[in-house]
């Protein structure tokens, strides 16, 4: 048994002691009575338990310390550590056991070993990793149901949280309704159609109660995969275990934020059967900006907030805009020289309304959005290595070359390797093998959607 299971068992027994002692003593107040002798031996017997259970766990938690100041000595010497403190102090951030995954897979296939050998070098420390990796069908694809599957759901739940600082779609989904698709390929969430009413009534001495129906629907998240492939040289092999956990965990995070905020924030994108859902502004109340004055501008965010209030909508919207269109109502001044909403942008709201800010939202844009009626619904993601894979480097931005003709990879908008001369400008294509690099390929099951329509409007030329 490894050190930090040690210590989650002796505290699991001292616990177990302490929890009889309190059933004892429980059960004699419930019948009013004082305790037995016998009850009484059972005491003292079960706190000579305790107290070595104590010192049991103590001289455990003393060999931790010790480890992790050797570990931290390691470290601020330059020495290369292989494995990290049990039970480091640190906390972890949200996807921490999917980037240790990808980090197992990658040096797996870079160094020619099996993932098994991999975790016991680098992770003979943390046994919720062994659990996933023995649990899964490959390295970084857990679905059994059980401990590792909830350790996986919950660890991708803190991802999807961790893309809110760089990614539009991570900010909607924080403050939106997030549901874990499981093994399912598609989940229904039921609604309320908007046409029923279950108010209660006033009602006089003697009078009929009024009986009244709800009507509900439902919307359906069908399971599409958002696809998403970095690059690194073999350099990358041979740092040690936190660089490496580092570097792969910041290329996850800013490629997928930025893979989603493209089809996010782009109300022309439709849904594609199959291949992506809809953009949450796809045929959305919209119309151009008024101007650059200050009664253009509350004219404009006067048009977005009615339209949730014409839709009964409001209960948590939000504005999302580009930086630039931020720092432009922030140095907004009246006609006496004060900043009009300077103030209140410091605070992150705008007319009281939260604000969520990133450079992948269009800058001539601004949306409004109520997200109590969005959804979204994720799954465990797949990472897959190859040192032999050629790659055309193009990406789904909608910029030419790109990889598909609307910004979904549909099988006839795909750009092949043999198609990438013919692209304005040639796209680059780039061999692994000649190169010396790795490729990590991320496929995150993935869906989103609004609960009701006319929640959402946008504007466009904007240049606040």
Request: proline content about 4%; glycine content about 8%.
């Amino acid at each position: 048994m490894k050190l930090g299971e040690k210590i989650v068992a002796a505290e699991e027994r001292l616990e177990e002691f302490r929890s009889q002692v309190a059933d004892i003593i429980k059960s004699a107040e419930d019948d009013g009575r004082d305790l037995l002798d016998e009850e009484t031996d059972q005491i003292e017997a079960l706190e000579g338990e305790i107290e070595t259970a104590e010192k049991s766990l103590k001289g455990l938690q003393s060999a931790e310390k010790a480890l992790a100041r050797r570990a931290e000595k390691s470290v601020s010497s330059g020495g290369r550590m292989n494995t990290v403190p049990a039970r480091a102090a640190v906390k972890e951030k949200g996807g921490a056991l999917m980037t240790k995954m990808a980090t197992v897979n990658i040096l797996a296939h870079i160094q020619k070993k099996s993932p098994e050998d991999v975790l016991r070098e680098r992770y003979s420390h943390d046994n919720r990793v062994e659990a996933i990796v023995k649990a899964a069908t490959t390295t970084a694809m857990t679905t059994t149901v059980g401990w590792a599957a909830e350790l996986v759901e919950d660890d991708l739940a803190g991802f999807i949280n961790e893309l809110e600082a760089v990614s539009v779609y991570g900010a909607m989904a924080a403050r939106g309704t997030a549901i874990p698709f499981g093994g399912a390929n598609s989940i229904t969430v039921p609604k309320r159609s908007g046409s029923g009413n279950v108010s209660g009534s006033f009602v006089g001495e003697n009078a009929t109660i009024p009986v009244k129906q709800d009507e509900y629907g439902s919307v359906v998240f069908n399971r599409y995969k958002a696809a998403v492939i970095s690059t690194f040289t073999n350099e990358l092999a041979r740092v040690s275990t936190p660089q490496i956990e580092g570097l792969l965990r910041d290329a996850i995070v800013m490629d997928t934020g930025d893979m989603l905020d493209s089809v996010l924030c782009n109300p022309a994108n439709a849904a594609v059967a199959g291949i992506r859902p809809a953009s949450p502004w796809n045929g959305a109340a919209t119309q151009a900006s008024a101007g650059d004055t200050l009664d253009n501008i509350l004219t404009d965010i006067r048009f977005l907030t009615d339209t949730l209030s014409a839709a009964n909508a409001g209960r948590n919207p939000a504005f999302v805009l580009n930086p630039a269109r931020l720092s432009g109502l922030a140095l907004l001044t009246n006609a006496n020289g004060s900043f009009v909403f300077r103030d209140e942008i410091a605070s992150g709201s705008l007319m009281g309304i939260p604000i969520i800010s990133s450079t992948n939202c269009p800058a001539d844009h601004v949306f409004i959005i109520d997200l109590a009626d969005f959804g979204t619904a994720f799954g465990t993601p797949e990472f897959d290595v190859s040192d032999q894979a050629t790659l055309v480097m193009a990406d789904d931005d909608g910029v030419a070359p790109t990889m598909a003709d609307t910004n979904a990879v549909s099988e006839a908008g795909s750009l092949k390797v043999s198609d990438a001369a013919g692209t304005t400008p040639p796209t680059v294509v780039k061999s692994m093998f000649q190169q010396w690099s790795v490729a990590l390929r991320m496929v995150l099951p993935i869906s989103w959607g609004m609960m009701r329509t006319n929640t959402t409007a946008y504007l466009t030329a904007v240049s606040w």
